[in-house]
């Protein structure tokens, strides 16, 4: 059962599904394990496969990797604990210090060793693989596609037994895309190009993909997730030559009105949040009052008629 972690400034606090409740329990509040600003958040299991732990990646100064881990929590309906082991540890990768501010960062398990690793993407096309060890995180693979500058890179699980590298680039002022394949291999890597290019029409820089069981345990399913335009979700399925967009994703709910593409600021996270081994959508929905709100941040929220602020959970259903 996957849980929520809500990571401010000053505060975190963690929240699981109480089913009796029918909402969700504070199982942790409390300060920040960190003073530092906001950096690369992730979670994961970088160092045992079978507890994730918190990684914040900063690459202000210099490139440092913190590692914050919580005693196992309780899920349930008990309040939150306010005296939770936290261990906290930082590491500096020197090595990645050199044009710092152009690294991409994706997380996941790339090896199939059950743990995750964090490859960094510079926009020349290079990269460096990291894996936690005791010591710290270590580079363990080097590599670079040669093709072009790198737009963006992003994690995703498919038929294989590890998650793969989708990169999209730019190369002779023309957009492509590639998959990075390590497999169990990690000193080395496959660069695999995609042959079907429809899939470049619905690039967008803040586009991100949802690996998950949506349908049925064991089974992968991918969706593909444009903010720019409000709630353009979408199916997506990869084959031998690429992507191929499935279906646009539509939501049903008791009341239509509130349907999430007709609020102006949502949230939207991917879990197993009810232990039931498939993973659905929670997604966060309110409307804002600013008058230059750009669609991402936002400062003062506001109740419109016929549109109350909350959340709700979406499960896939194939339409009959």
Known sequence: QDDLLFAGQNSWSVFSWCESAKNFSG?????SPTSQDRKLIFSGPFDDPGLDEIILIDTAEKVTVETIQFSRLEQGCKPAQKNLNIEHSSFSVPELNLNKKAWKVVTGNFTGDKKHEIIFFNEDGSWKLLEKKKDGFIISSV???????????????????????VIFYENNHKLDYCLLDYGTKNNSCKVRDLKDKSFLRLYSDHAVFYSGCFEKPSVQSLYYFDDEWRFDLKKIKLNADGFKAESQIDFRQSDPARNPKYYEFTKMVKGNFFGSGTDCFLIIMRNCLDADFDGTNCREFEEAKGQP????FYRSQTSK
């Open 27 to 31: 199982v942790f509040s409390g300060v």
């Open 143 to 165: 590599g670079s596609l040669g093709k072009g500058s790198v737009l963006s890179v992003h994690c995703i699980h498919s038929i294989s037994m590890h998650d793969q590298v």
């Open 309 to 312: 602020s909350g959340y709700l």
